[in-house]
C-alpha cells in the first residue's frame, strides 16, 4: 500500500507575497520638455505656454506618464508645474521622471498604499521569482513596509525559502 503523499507547504500557514501585483497595468508614457524648448537648450515662457496649449493632451488618458527633460538645461520648477496642470485631467498618474525611475515611484507607492495590518503576525514569504523584473528596490521597500507587524518574512517560493526576519518573542525567557 502506497503512502499518501501529503503537500506540508499548501498545509503551512504562510502567506506569498507576489510583487509583481504592484507592476503597473497602464502603459507608461514619457513626456520630454526637450522638444519644447526653444534650440532644444532655452525654455522661453511665451513660447512654452504657446505649445503646451497646442498639444494634444488626449493621448495620454489613463496612462502613467512621467515628465521630465533630456536635455541639459535649466528647466524653471513652474515649467513642471503646468505640463502637470495640463496633463492631469488626463493622465491616470503623472510623475516626475524618465521610465526607470516613474517605474520605480508607482511601484513603490503601491507598496506603501498597502495596509500592512493585513500582514500583522502573518508568516510571509515574498516571492522570489517571477515573470517580470520588479526591482531590487521593491523587496526593500515591502520588507521595511511589514518589518514591523510580520511574524516572520522570508524570501523565494513556499518550498524553499531564505529566512530574511524574524519577531523577537514577547515572552520572557526563561
Request: net charge negative.
Amino acid at each position: 500500500m502506497a503512502e499518501e503523499i501529503i503537500n506540508k507547504v499548501s498545509q503551512s500557514a504562510l502567506l506569498t507575497l507576489d510583487l509583481e501585483q504592484f507592476l503597473p497595468q497602464e502603459k507608461i508614457r514619457i513626456f520630454d520638455l526637450k522638444p519644447f524648448l526653444f534650440m532644444e537648450l532655452i525654455l522661453k515662457e511665451k513660447d512654452f505656454r504657446a505649445a503646451l496649449l497646442n498639444t494634444d493632451w488626449t493621448i495620454y488618458k489613463d496612462e502613467i506618464v512621467g515628465v521630465y527633460c533630456s536635455a541639459d538645461a535649466v528647466i524653471p520648477v513652474w515649467a513642471y508645474m503646468l505640463v502637470a496642470s495640463y496633463l492631469q485631467p488626463y493622465a491616470k498618474e503623472v510623475v516626475m521622471g524618465d521610465e526607470p525611475m516613474v517605474l520605480r515611484q508607482v511601484i513603490t507607492n503601491r507598496i506603501q498604499s498597502i495596509n500592512a495590518e493585513d500582514y500583522k503576525d502573518k508568516r510571509i514569504v515574498v516571492k522570489g521569482c517571477g515573470d517580470k523584473p520588479v526591482g531590487d528596490f521593491a523587496f526593500l521597500e515591502i520588507t521595511k513596509m511589514l518589518i514591523p507587524v510580520a511574524k516572520s518574512i522570508m524570501y523565494g517560493e513556499p518550498c524553499s525559502t531564505v529566512p530574511v526576519y524574524k519577531a523577537q518573542s514577547s515572552k520572557p525567557k526563561a
